[in-house]
């Protein structure tokens, strides 16, 4: 492959031990590289998370294509399980190894050596931005939220955008993610009267009420799915009471749910049938509660249509595979990104991504520059 090598790109990233919200050097790779090639670079800090903006063009062209992408990884676990080092990246018959390998420095690698290429083989009449951000694992409070504040403030803006996480479930080039369901947790607490498990009608405990409340939420249908969205889901996840005497009915008792999203509904709306239900509780058992709810993102959707198709085209011309257009899987940073411009996803195949001794073929990082590159040849010519 002649110019920019993505997969030494790849490994130069990997060997940094960006842990979120640690950067370990990873974007000063990036930035080194995309600034001797000709691109603008700006950081783009905020809350001691670093962020990197780069642009090659005419800032404000009316013709400008972006790349999103985090080099922030998840911690290693048990290092002793790995059978490579997790910030070796190491290649071992065909397959590169290393904590971020899939999840996502490759992408960032990938669509880094496209569009450097590109830039320089065929400079187009318009511009590429890429916004790379070191919070994607964590919070992601500081992250791709500070790049579009940052753009917003400078002035600079994506006609449409590219986020590279990994896509596929199964096989290169098999899906493309053209929305995300929305995500939210409650923390609910209920609070009874503490008492002697021999003299219950002494106490109020708080199990039974909890109980009732999680099978309200459990064994309640949210919805059956819309045209581009599976149905939405709620998940109860924890059940506590710290409790460990069995002569004792304890005074409080905590759980928390997850709900996964589609767009039949609002963080709102959920919101308040949540609370009409503990509301109902509290009538029905005589007990008190308090609830915390957090708001990871919305559902969105980019519908079917000219981004959507370019970026299927090319995957198919690299792939010879015709990619699903998926809203599945949890969220990413274009939950973000939906609310400057149209964005789609599109990476490498995810299934070890997270895991002991995660990998990504060598010839799939190759392949996903190239994919990249026709994205943009197609984009801008």
């Known amino acids: 492959m002649s110019g920019q090598d993505p997969v030494a790109l790849t490994a130069d990233l990997v060997r940094c031990a960006s842990v979120t919200p640690e950067d370990a050097g990873a974007l000063d790779v990036l930035h080194d590289l995309l600034s001797g090639a000709g691109f603008e670079c700006a950081w783009a800090d905020r809350g001691g998370i670093r962020n990197l903006f780069a642009r090659w063009g005419d800032k404000g062209h009316s013709k400008t294509f972006g790349f999103n992408g985090h080099t922030d990884v998840v911690p290693v676990g048990d290092a002793e399980a790995w059978t490579m080092p997790p910030f070796g990246a190491e290649i071992k018959e065909g397959v590169l190894y290393g904590r971020g390998a899939t999840d996502m420095k490759s992408g960032v690698a990938a669509f880094a050596a496209a569009a450097i290429d590109f830039v320089q083989a065929t400079p187009p009449e318009g511009a590429i931005i890429l916004a790379i951000t070191g919070d994607e694992e964590g919070d992601a409070v500081d992250g791709t939220t500070a790049l579009l504040a940052h753009m917003e403030a400078a002035g600079e803006r994506m006609d449409v955008c590219l ?47 909890m109980m009732r409340l999680m099978d309200r939420f459990a064994s309640h249908e949210l919805d059956d799915g819309t045209e581009h969205f599976d149905p939405s889901t ?46 109902c509780i509290e009538t029905d058992f005589g007990v008190k509660t308090e609830v915390k709810i957090k708001i990871s993102g919305e559902s969105f959707l980019t519908p079917p249509g000219a981004l959507s198709d370019l970026v299927a085209r090319a995957v198919e011309a690299e792939t ?7 809203t599945t899987g949890g969220t990413s940073d274009a939950r973000f990104v939906k609310d400057h411009c149209p964005v789609v996803e599109f990476g490498l195949v995810g299934q070890s991504m997270h895991q002991v001794d995660e990998h990504v073929e060598v010839a799939h990082i190759r392949q996903l520059k190239d994919i990249y590159t026709r994205i943009l040849a197609e984009y801008f010519v």
């Open 234 to 279: 709620l998940a109860v996840v924890t059940v506590d009471t710290g409790n460990p005497a069995t002569n004792v009915i304890p005074a409080e008792c905590s759980s928390a749910v997850n709900i996964r999203f589609n767009d039949s509904h609002s963080g709102a709306s959920l919101t308040q049938w949540i609370e009409e239900e503990i509301a």
């Open 163 to 209: 986020v590279g996480e990994p896509t596929c479930p199964d096989k290169m080039g098999d899906m493309i993610k053209i929305g995300r369901r929305g995500s939210m947790t409650a923390w609910i607490k209920v609070i009874g009267t503490q008492g002697h498990s021999a003299y219950p009608h002494r106490a109020n405990n708080p199990l039974p009420a």
């Open 320 to 326: 010879g595979v015709t990619p699903v257009l998926s």
